[in-house]
T-cell receptor
Framework: KNQVEQSPQSLIILEGKNCTLQCNYTVSPFSNLRWYKQDTGRGPVSLTIMTFSENTKSNGRYTATLDADTKQSSLHITASQLSDSASYICVVDLNRDDKIIFGKGTRLHILP | DGGITQSPKYLFRKEGQNVTLSCEQNLNHDAMYWYRQDPGQGLRLIYYSQIVNDFQKGDIAEGYSVSREKKESFPLTVTSAQKNPTAFYLC??????????????FGQGTRLTVV
């Protein structure tokens, strides 16, 4: 069964600190792996998109990595800000049937 | 401004009523999607449309209906047959159906509550 598992389920860090969110997947083969940020009560906003052949992609303070051998992706946030408080969702596009699979997200809380 | 717009932001429905959620995009995207989000769960696909006048069932289509008469519009009707409709509904669009490096844009969501 194709799965996308994210960890931790929730995370609390102090403003200014770095953090790393994890995404493990069993989907195969896939075309894209994406990370989205979703503020409470809002729609998800794309942070990064990586194809299966890419192993890193940055967007400002957000850096996503992809290890296709271990089927793991991570999202690293540097110098966290209060506005980073949100859910971060890992999404994998299957390379067939136009299917995509969403992880359940990691809820990140930044404390002042 | 280009974007994808959902309305209303909040919607209340009495049991047994049908309600329609609006989704409009001016991005000239061919593909549009409806998802449902429940607490602690990933987004689940309800319906999607790859082109005007065509749509396909997603993973949880029962109790929902859609239409795609115009490229810009993809309304979702939550019917009385949907047993647990209270949820956060998200509409998305992309240039084409999901292919390599295709960006998907989401609306701001509609929170539907059955009262």
């Amino acid at each position: 069964k194709n799965q996308v598992e994210q960890s931790p389920q929730s995370l609390i860090i102090l403003e200014g600190k770095n953090c790393t969110l994890q995404c493990n997947y069993t989907v195969s083969p896939f075309s894209n792996l994406r990370w989205y940020k979703q503020d409470t009560g809002r729609g998800p906003v794309s942070l990064t998109i990586m194809t299966f052949s890419e192993n890193t992609k940055s967007n400002g303070r957000y850096t996503a990595t992809l290890d296709a051998d271990t089927k793991q992706s991570s999202l690293h946030i540097t110098a966290s800000q209060l506005s980073d408080s949100a859910s971060y969702i890992c999404v994998v596009d299957l390379n067939r049937d136009d299917k995509i699979i969403f992880g359940k997200g990691t809820r990140l809380h930044i404390l002042p | 401004d280009g974007g994808i717009t959902q309305s209303p932001k909040y919607l209340f429905r009495k049991e047994g009523q049908n309600v329609t959620l609006s989704c409009e995009q001016n991005l000239n995207h061919d593909a549009m999607y409806w998802y449902r989000q429940d607490p602690g769960q990933g987004l689940r696909l309800i319906y999607y449309s790859q082109i005007v006048n065509d749509f396909q069932k997603g993973d949880i289509a029962e109790g929902y209906s859609v239409s795609r008469e115009k490229k810009e519009s993809f309304p979702l009707t939550v019917t009385s047959a949907q047993k647990n409709p209270t949820a956060f509904y998200l509409c998305a669009s992309s240039i084409t159906a999901y292919v390599q490096n295709t960006e998907a844009f989401f609306g701001q969501g509609t929170r539907l509550t059955v009262v």
